[in-house]
Structures are given as C-alpha cells and as structure tokens.
C-alpha cells in the first residue's frame, strides 16, 4: 500500500513540473503578455507559441485608425507600460530610432491591471506632459523605467515621484489629478489598445498612411523604418512625374 501511494505521489508531481515547463514554454520572453493567438487547427501549441513572438503574430483587429501625425509620412507608435521590463528594455532602442530617422514617436499608455503602480505612473507622467512639458514628461518616464526594479509598490512611487519632483525643481501637486482628465488620457489610450487588441507590451508598429506593421523584434525597427520611408518615398514620386509629365504636355506647342 506505501509502495502504491509513493508511485501515485511520483506520478502527480511528474506531472506538475510537466506543466510548469509547458507554460513556461508558452509565454513569449521579453514582456508582459495576457493572451496568446490560439493555435491552428492541428497545430501543436508549442510550434504556435514560436510562431508568436511578442509584438507579432497577433489577428489585430482594425489598424486603419493609427496614422502619422499631420505633417509626416511615417511615425512609429507605442504602447507601452511603465511597470512592463520589456517596455523598459525596447524604450531606448525606439527613441534612438525616432531620433535617427527624424520621425515622430507615438505614444500611447497600456497598464496592465495585472499591475500595482503603472496606472498611477502613466497618470503623473500625463500630468507632466499636459502641465510642465512633453520634454520632462519624457525624462520621467526614463527615470521610472531605470528605477522599476526599485519599485515595488504604490508607496513606492510615491516616494519616487516626490523625490523626482524636488529634483526636477517641480512642486508637487496636493492632488496630481483633481478632475481626471489625465486619468481620462491613460483610459482612454487603453481603450484604445484594446480597439486594436493588443495583447502584450511593448505593442510597436512602424505607421504609413497606408498600413500598420506590427514589430516583431524590435532589433529589427530600424530596418522596418527604412523599409517605410523608402516605400513612401518611391509611392509619392509618381505623382509628382505624373504632374512633371503633364505639364510638359500642357507646354508643348500645339500642331495645326
């Protein structure tokens, strides 16, 4: 009978480490992800898994909605969490590459509700952005980024903040937010990810007027930039040879 139950007791945890290892497998490296594509028909879940690099892979619903802002030709926008490693590792990586091509960068606020403070941050960070500056927006959400790992709870944060505010030679507000309407950006940015249905973050997409491409690897954004820009360059020369053309013709003395 002992002999029986030390099977059985072998067998159930064989079997848990077996799980524990298929949905490790399952989970893309380098974000936060809640839901992954289902799998084909026939198609074994960890063979679709490898097919679903984070940022890719995924049946985006309706995309006609992200374009450049006016004035530009191609944007690269983000979604992002400020509680989200991958985030923080792709950050860098995006604003070296908007910085280098001369494009704007689009972003947009993804907290999780998984997650304790990325709300709050993403709040602030609004407030800094629609208050102070774009510019000390940006460097705030740098600093949260390279201080993540430090925090570790609201508390936390809030700790950064006052720190950082003083800092920054920033008052404080009583209430950072007193009508919502910072609030109000950050869901509606959600909202709008989830028109999209984005599924994990950082969510990238390098934007034409035309289309949307999801970034697979973010290692990889340069190229797709350069992608973009040398497609919209080549779609906007002919017209401009079509009218070059047609005032040629228009010019041309007529016969009798």
Same mark, same amino acid.
């Given at each position: 009978?002992?002999?029986?139950?030390?099977?059985?007791?072998?067998? !159930?945890?064989?079997?848990a480490?077996?799980?524990?290892?298929?949905?490790?497998?399952?989970?893309?490296?380098?974000?936060?992800?809640?839901?992954?594509?289902?799998?084909?028909? =026939?198609v074994?879940?960890?063979?679709?898994? !490898?097919?679903?690099?984070?940022?890719?892979?995924?049946p985006?619903?309706? /995309?006609?909605?992200?374009?450049?802002?006016?004035?530009?030709?191609?944007?690269?926008?983000?979604?992002?969490?400020?509680?989200?490693?991958?985030?923080?590792?792709?950050?860098?990586?995006?604003?070296?590459?908007?910085?280098?091509y001369?494009i704007?960068?689009?972003?947009?606020?993804?907290?999780?509700?998984?997650?304790?403070?990325?709300?709050?941050?993403?709040? +602030?960070a609004?407030?800094?952005?629609?208050?102070?500056?774009?510019?000390?927006?940006?460097?705030?959400?740098?600093?949260?980024?390279? =201080?993540?790992?430090?925090?570790?709870?609201?508390?936390?944060?809030?700790?950064? +903040?006052?720190?950082?505010?003083?800092?920054?030679?920033?008052?404080?507000?009583f209430?950072?937010?007193?009508? =919502?309407?910072?609030k109000?950006?950050?869901?509606?940015?959600?909202?709008?990810?989830?028109?999209?249905?984005?599924?994990?973050?950082?969510?990238?997409?390098?934007? /034409?007027?035309?289309?949307?491409?999801?970034? =697979?690897?973010?290692?990889?954004?340069d190229?797709?930039i350069?992608?973009?820009?040398?497609? +919209?360059?080549?779609?906007?020369?002919?017209?401009?040879?079509?009218?070059?053309?047609s005032?040629?013709?228009?010019?041309?003395?007529?016969?009798?």
């Amino acid at each position: 009978m002992k002999r029986y139950w030390l099977v059985l007791s072998i067998a !159930a945890v064989a079997v848990a480490i077996g799980v524990y290892k298929y949905r490790s497998a399952e989970r893309p490296a380098g974000g936060d992800v809640v839901v992954m594509q289902e799998p084909p028909a =026939g198609v074994p879940a960890r063979q679709a898994a !490898a097919r679903n690099p984070v940022n890719a892979g995924y049946p985006f619903k309706d /995309t006609s909605m992200l374009k450049p802002p006016a004035g530009s030709k191609v944007a690269v926008y983000e979604f992002e969490d400020l509680e989200c490693p991958g985030c923080r590792a792709a950050a860098p990586i995006v604003h070296a590459a908007v910085a280098h091509y001369n494009i704007p960068l689009v972003r947009r606020d993804y907290p999780w509700s998984f997650h304790i403070w990325s709300f709050d941050a993403a709040v +602030t960070a609004r407030y800094l952005q629609d208050k102070v500056s774009p510019q000390l927006a940006d460097e705030f959400r740098r600093d949260v980024f390279a =201080g993540q790992s430090l925090i570790a709870s609201k508390d936390d944060l809030t700790r950064f +903040t006052a720190k950082w505010f003083q800092a920054h030679g920033q008052s404080l507000p009583f209430v950072m937010d007193p009508n =919502g309407a910072c609030k109000l950006e950050v869901e509606s940015d959600r909202a709008l990810g989830d028109q999209l249905g984005v599924k994990s973050t950082p969510c990238i997409f390098v934007v /034409t007027g035309s289309r949307a491409i999801p970034v =697979g690897d973010v290692s990889q954004l340069d190229r797709m930039i350069e992608a973009a820009l040398a497609q +919209t360059a080549a779609s906007s020369e002919i017209p401009a040879k079509a009218a070059q053309l047609s005032d040629i013709l228009h010019a041309a003395p007529k016969r009798s």
